[in-house]
């Protein structure tokens, strides 16, 4: 049976900003992106609107930066909200070449302080009837809130997406301590890509030296081919994190 190839790329932007907050970089983040030539990305700390930011950077775009970045490239996208502040508000987003046909964007925060989302979409793949879910999160910086956030993914999944159809959960973890792994391998049978093909997972915080596990791209009903940092000389220099991109095999 011939395979079909799909390219998932996580990214935590950092709201567009470097690592220091000096330097908007959302435009060489874009070309960065396009240069990946990622069908479906997942991306964390996206802003959706920044009164204040918007009179201060002239290169700033009208509108969600997820919009901004899908342009003329990725037609198919979702934003969702998980930060709301007096002067705007960031989540995560989607972006697809491939026809986002629902999406859903479910709160897991279990602290006021502390919102966090999950954005769970239903993607056509052109070569298949089945439905590919993806499901973007960006997970706590407490143990507890993680905890928590892992219990609400895993109900998420068993009750809206079928044993057989194809899945990719990633982004942001902040999973130092490896609850991870156990949490997704037993209850819902996902594996990490990087884990698969290198016995490790990738280090990609922070991006100028990658030191923490931070991010990851997990999977169930596919095959992966590659997983690794893109190589692209400014990556370091756009956001804090560093993005972590996977080839996939499906049938």
């Known amino acids: 049976m011939s395979k079909n190839q799909l390219r998932i790329l996580t990214y935590n932007l950092h709201k567009g900003f470097n690592t220091s907050n000096r330097q908007f970089t959302l435009h060489p983040i874009r070309d960065a992106l396009v240069e990946t030539n990622a069908d479906i990305m997942l991306l964390q700390e996206i802003q959706g609107e920044h009164s204040k930011h918007g009179l201060t950077h002239d290169a700033w775009p009208e509108g969600l930066h997820s919009e901004f970045l899908a342009k003329d490239v990725w037609p198919h996208h979702a934003y969702g909200k998980n930060a709301i502040y007096e002067v705007g508000h960031h989540g995560n987003a989607i972006l697809s070449k491939y026809p986002l046909v629902s999406w859903e964007n479910i709160n897991v925060s279990p602290f006021s302080w502390a919102s ?125 994190h560093a993005p972590l991109i996977a080839a996939f095999d499906l049938p």
């Open 116 to 240: 966090r989302s999950l954005l769970h979409g239903e993607i056509q793949l052109p070569w298949s009837d089945e439905i590919l879910h993806i499901i973007c999160i960006h997970l706590g910086l407490t143990g507890i809130e993680r905890r928590k956030q892992f219990g609400l993914l895993c109900d998420r999944i068993q009750a809206h997406v079928p044993d057989s159809a194809p899945l990719i959960v990633a982004g942001d973890f902040n999973d130092w301590t490896g609850q991870a792994e156990k949490r997704l391998a037993q209850r819902l049978d996902l594996k990490e890509a990087y884990r698969t093909l290198h016995n490790r997972y990738a280090r990609t915080w922070p991006s100028w030296m990658p030191m923490l596990k931070m991010d990851r791209i997990y999977y169930r009903g596919m095959e992966p081919t590659l997983c690794g940092r893109p190589p692209h000389s400014a990556w370091n220099q756009l956001s804090d």
